[in-house]
């Protein structure tokens, strides 16, 4: 089996005409849709924000509301196994490609945790600022920083969710985790009162495709990523399963934590690829 390491990316094949026709009708609905719902959203902040502070008890519904529409426009069935967690927890997932993001928010109401450069990204930075996106730097002297910011947002109630490959994948496996964000998890203020679900998010390609279609790794062009899953006349469909919870109490350390994870992840990713 060929993989995301491979440096083999499948064959970019021509958009035919009926493609360009499927890009812009659901690139035009998706837009507008976005583009209303985020007014909504910033309106409503005004008054959540001062009220609330860190808490947003409101406006994730909104973001929960265009992630779910999104993915019927692209025609991505989405089954649910498992229970998402209440209370105060954190999440984590694989990483597959941007659908991650849609996938994920469609079925709980969650903050994702992003390297930085992402809030400089056109129209993309811009909806991750709005809807809570916590934005990280990969530099060991901020380290000590972000992790209170972590803390901070986790004890008012936030789930924060991030992805601890670190990079997306070809959606055929589950790389190691990295354990640095981990960390922030041991604090003594959020040892004893946190959990960690761990999530695997599986993509099934449409029929005829390339297993890989959904994944966005190595060299590939996000733009032709992003057309390629646009113009699909096909169904595709994912599958979303959330683990039994993790007490961050009975691990000794971030490195044991970020295992169990991982090997929940990828033991939820490989029975739904079978």
């Known amino acids: 089996m060929t993989t ?8 970019e094949q021509p958009i035919a005409v009926m493609g360009w026709v499927r890009i812009i009708m659901r690139a035009v609905v998706i837009v507008t849709l976005i583009a209303v719902c985020l007014t909504v959203l910033l309106v409503l902040r005004l008054i959540e924000r001062p009220i609330y502070g860190l ?7 909104i973001t929960q509301f265009v992630c779910r529409t999104s993915l019927l426009i692209l025609r991505l069935p989405l089954r649910v196994h498992g229970q998402p967690l ?35 990204w056109a129209g993309i930075g811009i909806l991750a ?5 916590l934005f990280i730097k990969r530099e060991r002297r901020e380290a000590l920083a972000q992790t209170k910011i972590m ?4 004890l008012a109630g936030q789930k924060l969710l991030f992805f601890p490959e670190g990079t997306s994948t070809d959606g055929l496996q589950v790389i190691p985790f990295k354990t640095t964000l981990f960390a922030a998890f041991m604090a003594p203020e959020l040892r004893d009162v946190l959990q960690v679900q761990p999530v695997s998010v599986i993509y099934h390609a449409p029929k005829g495709e390339d297993a890989r279609f959904y994944g966005w790794w190595g060299d590939m062009s996000f733009g032709s990523h992003l057309l390629r899953t646009l113009a699909c ?4 469909r994912i599958d979303i399963v959330y683990h039994p919870a993790l007490k961050v109490a009975d691990f000794s350390d971030r490195k044991a934590l970020a295992k169990a994870c991982e090997t929940a992840v990828r033991a939820g990713h490989q029975h739904h690829r079978g």
Request: proline share 6%; aromatic share 10%.
């Open 129 to 133: 600022r709005a809807t809570g996106t």
């Open 4 to 11: 995301w390491v491979d440096g083999n990316e499948p064959v």
């Open 86 to 120: 209440h209370g105060r927890a954190a999440v984590v997932s694989n990483h597959t490609s941007l659908l991650d993001i849609f996938v994920l928010n469609a079925s709980k109401r969650i903050f994702f945790v992003s390297k930085s450069e992402v809030a400089g």
């Open 233 to 236: 006349p096909k169904r595709g």
């Open 151 to 154: 803390q901070e947002r986790l």
């Open 55 to 61: 808490r947003r008890p409101f406006t994730p519904y």
